[in-house]
């Protein structure tokens, strides 16, 4: 098991950046897939990114590519979400995940039901 904490949330206007970070403690980030996951107020938790364990192959929803970067700081057990261009869209609870093992190729990094490590999420709000 892993304890999963984010942090780096907060209140941003329109066209802001953020960058969110996720500490992984009790086992190596590096033996992980990362994910991370939002959830809008009353829609369902979304896909946002992901990044693979083994070659860092990194895969992103169609909503925040080229907006969003999921990048790891293995040394530093952490994970981290660039978010530029922030649109009110945007505003949702952010949510870190990991999975030790996920097979199948990187289709299954987009699937919450992949992961089986989430930490309890850090807010995330854009004014216009």
């Known amino acids: 098991q892993v304890q999963l904490v984010e942090s780096g949330g907060g209140l941003v206007q329109a066209g802001g950046s953020l960058r969110l970070s996720c500490v992984a403690s009790g086992r190596t980030s590096s033996s992980y897939n990362m994910g991370w996951f939002r959830q809008a107020p009353g829609k369902e938790r979304e896909f946002v990114t992901a990044i693979s364990k083994s070659d860092g192959i990194t895969v992103y929803a169609e909503s925040v590519k080229g907006q969003f970067t999921i990048s790891r700081d293995n040394a530093k057990n952490t994970v981290y979400l660039q978010m530029n261009s922030l649109k009110p869209e945007d505003t949702a609870v952010y949510y870190c995940?990991?999975?030790?093992?996920?097979?199948?190729?990187?289709?299954?990094?987009?699937?919450?039901?992949?992961?089986?490590?989430w930490g309890r999420g850090t807010q995330v709000t854009v004014s216009s």
């Open positions: 995940a990991a999975a030790r093992e996920i097979y199948g190729g990187t289709y299954y990094l987009r699937l919450q039901v992949s992961y089986d490590n």
